[in-house]
C-alpha cells in the first residue's frame, strides 16, 4: 500500500493543527517532512513573517514532533534551500546542520531522513550521523540513472525529477537501478509547478533568499513568477494540464512503484483537504486546490471539474511522446473539464 509524506506547518488562528490530521489519517502517513524554524529551505520561514516572529512557535514545534514520532512516523528534515550563499561550503553550515539534528533528536526522540539539494549538507549528515538516510530534493531535478551514480556515494535516496511522473516504464527503468544499488526512489505527487519550468531556478533561488528579499526595495509593478505570468492568458491554461501532477483518481497506477509518496502540504492553506483526497483516492471540486503552488485565484471565476476527466485521461497522458506544441489532446480536455463558476 502507498503511504504519504506530508509536509509540516505550525498552526494559525482557527487551523487544524497539522498534528492533528497526521493523527487522523496515521495509518496511511510513513513520513513528515519539515524545515527547521527560520532556516532557509523550499519554504518560508515557519516563525518568522517580516520581522514578526512566533516566539512560541519552536515550543509548539517541539511538541508537534515528538508526538508525530510516538505515533511510528518517521521524521524528515529539510535542508533544500537552492542557495546557502557564502556559508555554502562553511563549517558554520556544517554546526548549524549538526546542531539542529542533536536538538531534534533530544526534543523528539530521534530523526531518521535529512533531505537536502546540497551536497555539503549531505557530506556533513554522512560523516555525523550514519544511521540517517540522506534523500535528494525534489529541488535538485534528477532525472537520469548517471544523475543518480554522480551522487550515490552522498544520497541513499532519491526524489524522482517531477517531469517523469508520469511516464512509468521510465520510472521502472529508474527503479530497476535503485532496487540494484540498495537506493530508495520516491516522487512528489501535487506539484503546481510548470513543467521544465525555465524559471525554476530563479524562483528556488529568491525563496531560498526570501527573508532577505522581503525587507528589500524591490522592482514595483512586476510578477517574478513565471507560472503567475503565464496563465494571465487564458490561451495558455492547457499547460497547466501538461504538468507534472497526479490526479488521486490516478494514484492506483503508481502501487509496486513508490512505497512512499510526498504530498506538498507546507504552505497549503488545507492540508487535510490534500492528504484526504489522495488516502480516498477521489476528489469532488476545483482540481486547482490540490496543488502547491495552487492557481485558483488565476483561473477564477473558472475551476476546473475533477469529476469530468474523460476515462482516458491517464493511458493518454502516462504514455504520450511529451511534445505538447505538437498535440492537441489536453486543449480538448480543457474545453470539457473548464467550468465558470459564475455559471454554476
Known sequence: MIKFAVGYQLPEGEEEPLVDIVRFYRDHIAEVYFSWLDQSSGRSSLINRRGMVNWSGQERMEHDLAAIRQMGIKLDLLFNANCYGGKALSTYLANSVCSTIDHIGQVAGGLEIVTTTSPAVAHTVKEHFPGIEVRASVNMRIGTVKGMQYLSELYDSF???????????????????????????????????????SAQTFHDNLVAHEQEICETVNVENWTPYACWNYYKDKANWASFLQNTWVRPEDLDQYDGLFPVIKLATRMHARPGMVIGAYVRRKHYG?????????????????????TKFPDDWFGVTSTCDRRCHKCGYCQQVLDQVLRNMDEL
Not at 485565484?297 to 471539474?305: K, L
Open 159 to 197: 526524489y524522482v525529477q517531477r517531469e517523469f511522473n508520469r511516464d512509468l516504464d521510465y520510472i521502472r527503468e529508474l527503479l530497476e537501478w535503485t532496487r540494484a544499488n540498495n537506493k530508495g526512489l520516491y516522487m512528489l505527487a501535487n506539484s503546481g509547478c510548470l513543467v521544465h519550468c
Open 286 to 306: 476545483n482540481l486547482l486546490d490540490l496543488f502547491e503552488p495552487g492557481f485558483g485565484p488565476a483561473f477564477a471565476p473558472w475551476v476546473i471539474d475533477n
